[in-house]
């Protein structure tokens, strides 16, 4: 059985119940960052739960992972207006057109040759934009694959999830594509963070795991005490675990690098949990669809 220490967590209402809070990230500025993909909104918490809601036009365009940028800026996807988006925190916007249409970009994340690195979901794309908006694509091997969230790995390259080919893939600078299937069919990943341990943690959203890949492609999976709680996003936190979202299971959990789980249920029933991110208070923060982020204290 996992262990359920108690651990303090607070919930700040940022918007109705509609606009649904999804992707979260600590900002340069000591704050956290979120999306609102409903709504068309990026906000701004700081620890002490202070709230600045910025308006995307159009509304419509469904900005979904946001990520810190290496210019001082906050990055983010636009799944439905097929865009990037660029945020300064004093809250100028700036979007991207991507040059494929409907690409559905998804995940992105800072890559270590100073560009922002974006997956396309719709279009089995990977890409790459520079601060100053300049846009390379590079197709995929695999076809219906949906790429889906993306990290930096300790390789020099970017690793990505496939949810539809249920594989984990990386990428070059030069655009040298690698897929490792898993071992587990239907597994249907997601989140990807990159852990203190030299690997890649992973959740498998369809089998109810987390999973494990070193750069060689070496892949370990763990089963959750509950198969059916959906893992949907993973962080690596400074205390040498990765924390991930159970969205279907209303709560928060902390595996160790020898795959010990922890859990924590959320106070609010059915708060769909999905972004996950550490603050720059050392504390887990995680965006709530109902209209909150939690912030958990671990004991």
């Known amino acids: 059985m996992p262990s359920r220490p108690s651990a303090a ?41 202070d709230v600045t ?36 925190t004093a809250g100028d916007i700036t979007s991207f057109p991507l040059p494929t249409p409907d690409a559905g970009p998804f995940g992105i994340a800072a890559g270590p040759d100073g560009a922002l690195w974006f997956t396309e979901a719709s279009a089995d794309r990977i890409g790459r934009i520079t601060p100053d908006g300049q846009v390379t694509e590079f197709p995929l091997p695999v076809s219906g694959a949906f790429p889906s969230a993306i990290a930096a ?7 990505f999830t496939m949810n539809q080919a249920n594989a984990i893939g990386a990428i070059g600078h030069d655009g040298d594509v690698t897929v490792h299937p898993l071992p587990t069919p239907d597994a249907a990943p997601v989140g990807i963070t990159a852990g203190t341990d030299g690997a890649l943690w992973f959740v498998e959203i369809g089998a109810g795991q987390i999973g494990r890949i070193t750069p060689d492609g070496k892949t370990g999976e763990f089963p959750l005490p509950d198969r059916a709680a959906r893992p949907h996003a993973i962080t690596a936190g400074s205390d040498g675990n990765c924390w991930f979202t159970e969205w279907g299971a209303n709560r928060i959990g902390r595996i160790t690098p020898d795959g010990r789980i922890e859990e924590h249920d959320l106070p609010s029933p059915d708060s769909e949990p999905h972004g996950i991110a550490q603050g720059p208070d050392g504390a887990i923060w995680t965006a709530l669809e109902i209209g909150t982020v939690a912030r958990l204290t671990a004991p």
């Open 9 to 49: 967590i607070a919930e700040f209402s940022v918007s109705d119940r509609g606009a649904g809070p999804y992707g979260i990230t600590a900002g340069p500025d000591g704050a956290l960052w979120f999306t609102m993909v409903h709504h068309g909104r990026i906000g701004r918490i700081t620890t002490g739960g």
């Open 53 to 88: 809601v910025h308006q995307v036009e159009p509304a419509s365009g469904g900005p979904s992972i946001i990520t810190a940028g290496p210019d001082g800026a906050l990055w983010f996807t636009e799944f439905r207006g097929h865009r990037i988006g660029r945020i300064t």
């Open 153 to 159: 790995g300790p390789d020099g390259r970017l690793w």
